[in-house]
């Protein structure tokens, strides 16, 4: 009879997600991600139990697993896989894209910018309105230092999560693009969709 | 660290085999959840050079070992004698037969059966796991096949 082999091979359907249930009722889910597709391609977004902390474009950032790879170093090991737990995230990703949306109703988690500058430059990129932009200057001024420009310019460039927080309603002051952490097309894509550009 | 869900998607059917083995369809689903919540509350503590499947393998024995008594402990209640049967449980397999002989053995060699051939441990992972020396993990994996043999061999 040698050899033994295991029993049959896999669990449940079912049985992860409800795993997933208990260890966010346990306080031991630390982070919960999932990708999400989106005209602009494939992002993932991950929540802690204080908001949506990362909005990633997958591409520039080395696929879905090196994002997961990231968040383990950046926030916590404790990171799964939760879809049902971000589809709040997708069905308003969805209507922006739609056009049916213009602000976000999200709880958000900063916890990954480092600098309490950098956390004024973002919370004054998620003021601007649909539609309008601001200039790099702008936003340096409400975020309180109107000389900080090239700190307000590098805080906006590791905004971790883009469109939420709008930071490509951010430009130059002559009206050019600037940077974009999703790459300069995917900034004019987004402008597109609020009005600004053609 | 590795990401949780990485540990999950690599060891998520050997630790389902395990619980399957040590506790029995009935009880499998409970055990293969507690041994995930216990890793998962573990997980950041666990040294960079562990060996993440012995010691899933490990968790996972024991939790079943656990929710396996617990429920036998566990008395059903009942009012009323029901007026019949409940329904038959779908017929076991061939398998399922195998691995409830297995939970029939002596405790020491149910632990090294399970651990080396649900878990598909090395025997000195499984003496690891059991605290016990190499050789005795041995003997204990060679005795259980051999009680094996006697129980399941056809007359």
Partial sequence: ?198 | MIPFQQVLDRHRDTVWRVCVATAGREDAEDAFQEAWLSALRAYPRLPEDANVEAWLVTIAHRKAIDVHRARARRPVPSDTLPERAAAPAPAPSEEDELWDAVRALPPGQRAAITLRYAGDLRPIEVAQALGISAEAARRRIADGLQSLRQEVQPA
């Fill in chain 1, 1 to 198: 009879m040698t050899p033994l082999t295991p029993p049959s091979s896999a669990p449940p359907p079912g049985l992860v997600e409800r795993l997933i249930d208990r260890a966010a009722d346990a306080g031991l889910l630390d982070v919960a991600y999932a990708p999400v597709d989106t005209p602009l391609g494939t992002l993932v977004a991950a929540r802690t139990p204080r908001g949506l902390a990362v909005l990633s474009y997958a591409d520039v950032n080395g696929g879905v697993d090196a994002v997961a790879e990231q968040l383990a170093a950046r926030l916590s090991p404790r990171v799964l896989e939760a879809p049902a737990r971000l589809d709040d995230v997708r069905r308003e990703l969805d209507e922006y894209f739609a056009g049916r949306r213009t602000r976000f109703d999200l709880p958000l988690d900063l916890g990954l910018v480092r600098t309490d500058f950098g956390r004024r430059v973002l919370r004054a990129a998620a003021a601007i309105p649909f539609g309008e932009t601001r200039t790099y200057r702008d936003v340096a001024a409400n975020a309180g230092n109107e000389r900080a420009i090239r700190a307000a310019g590098s805080a906006l460039g590791r905004n971790p999560i883009p469109i939420v927080v709008p930071c490509h309603r951010v430009l130059r002051a002559g009206g050019g693009l600037g940077g974009y952490t999703g790459g300069l097309e995917r900034k004019a894509a987004l402008l597109s969709i609020e009005g600004v550009l053609p």
